[in-house]
């Protein structure tokens, strides 16, 4: 194999696009190639304006994220009781004091609020939140959105939509103006996971079901899901998924499962986004801060990965335990799609590991990161984090590749970059356009 050279380092114009780069020039365009392309995020909690209040950013919504109230109950002696009784400008006043005053935030979630304020010039260090309220209040939440996206780098939002929930459903039958920038997803927790609790509002908007899902339960939710894939267009429909997840196991949910969710993604040519190795609710007293991880057993995955294989999965795990399996799956199912560095795994000593060993073993045939933003703005510290971790990794990949006798261009990173962060996802989400009409 004619193995390309190198012309040396001086005789090296500024190089265009498709020149042999020297290894020492790759970082530098790794790092241009990642700040230029705007990346599509496959996960995220944020809404577009159509729904209202629903959509949480400003600094008091920043200061109150669960990862932060998880670590204020840690550095301070207010009690989740007395916490939860107090406003969330006080919830966030509180925060900032504990996190931000008294410590140096230098944990990845309080350090993400220290790089949004930096990134609107706002003081990073003052002994309260005035200027940066005042600052917030003043923006409109359109122009704002637009902004935000602009300095995170991504111009494609795909958001989590819970048709149960009885805020959001309303808004949905209301009716909801698409935005270019944002796709839905239909999540599918309270039918999956916790349908003992919520079969009776689908019983009450007329669909034949029980509370064992037997009968004609199936075609039932079935025809709900359709119903709602009509309205939301979905780029895919999503369950977050126990560690204790079993499949296959004689329960409702896995009834459901089989019989409507996989039939109705196939019909709708849409993946299904399983999140798996959550422990919900292990301290109840710190609400959504109280949810923790545990090791799945990922059999589970591969079966229905080998008994679906019309089915597509896009696949996050929560454990660090449960990674290098999720890569090897995906060498073995082509069905199979990983995606991001979930939850606790967002932090950049995990997100090295699982990166490197995906390319090791996928090479550029994954989705690296997802946001999972809850606020707006976290986005613009999330997507940060992301190019300034990834970027060394990837030139690692590629002067390897060099010396091991292959060198690459500007051209051809910045095709490996448009997959990982754009291509891939963009192939596997549904289209917004008509529901395919042939079932399977
Ligand atoms: O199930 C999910 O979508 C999880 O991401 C959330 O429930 C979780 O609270 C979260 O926001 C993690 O980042
Ligand atoms: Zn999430």
Redesign the pocket.
């Given at each position: 194999m004619k193995t390309a050279y190198l012309k040396s380092t001086d005789q090296m114009a500024i190089s265009s696009d498709g020149d042999l780069l020297a290894e020492t020039q790759i970082p530098k365009v790794v790092e241009e190639v990642l700040a230029s392309t705007q990346f599509v995020d496959i996960?995220t909690?944020l809404y577009s304006p159509a729904f209202g209040k629903l959509g949480l950013w400003g600094i008091d919504e920043l200061l109150t994220y669960?990862?932060l109230e998880a670590e204020f109950f840690r550095s301070s002696d207010t009690t989740p009781q007395q916490y939860w009784a107090l406003s969330k400008r006080e919830q966030a006043d509180r925060i900032w004091q504990a996190l931000f005053v008294e410590n140096n935030p230098i944990s990845e979630a309080t350090r993400g609020v220290i790089a949004v304020l930096k990134a609107f010039q706002l003081p990073t260090d003052s002994a309260d939140l005035s200027e940066a309220r005042s600052f917030f209040e003043a923006q409109s939440v359109e122009a704002h959105i637009e902004r935000v996206l602009r300095m995170a780098g991504i111009d494609l939002v795909v958001m989590?939509n819970d048709p149960l929930d009885p805020a959001e459903g309303e808004i949905w039958l209301s009716g909801v103006a698409n935005h270019n920038q944002f796709r839905a997803v239909l999540?599918l927790?309270r039918i999956l996971i916790t349908w003992p609790a919520h079969w009776q509002v689908l019983a009450s908007q007329g669909f034949q079901v029980d509370q064992q899902a037997s009968g004609k339960s199936a075609q039932e939710v079935r025809r709900f899901l359709m119903e709602w894939a009509e309205r939301m267009r979905p780029a895919y429909m999503?369950v977050?998924l126990p560690d204790t997840f079993q499949y296959p196991s004689e329960t409702a949910g896995n009834r459901l499962l089989k019989e409507a969710v996989l039939p109705a993604c196939r019909e709708m040519q849409i993946p299904l986004s399983l999140?798996i190795g959550?422990r919900k609710q292990v301290n109840p007293s710190l609400r959504?801060?109280g949810?923790a991880v545990g090791k799945a057993d990922l059999r589970a995955l591969e079966n229905l990965c080998r008994e679906f294989p019309e089915n597509r999965f896009l696949v996050s795990v929560l454990s660090r335990e449960n990674q290098h399996e999720l890569c090897v799956y995906a060498r073995k199912f082509n069905n199979l799609m990983p995606f991001g560095c979930?939850?606790?795994m967002?932090n950049p000593s995990i997100v090295e590991e699982i990166t490197r060993e995906r390319l090791e073993m996928l090479g550029t045939s994954f989705i690296p990161q997802h946001s999972?933003?809850?606020v707006l703005e976290q986005v613009i510290y999330k997507w940060n984090n992301t190019r300034r971790t990834i970027g060394p990794i990837l030139s690692e990949s590629y002067r390897l590749l060099t010396e091991d006798g292959r060198g690459v261009t500007r051209r051809s990173i910045q095709g490996d970059i448009t997959r990982l962060f754009r291509s891939n996802a963009e192939a596997w989400m549904g289209s917004r356009a008509i529901i395919s009409e042939a079932p399977r």
């Open positions: 996960h909690h669960h990862y989590t999540r927790d999503a977050s999140m959550v959504l801060a949810d979930w939850w606790f967002n999972d933003a809850r």
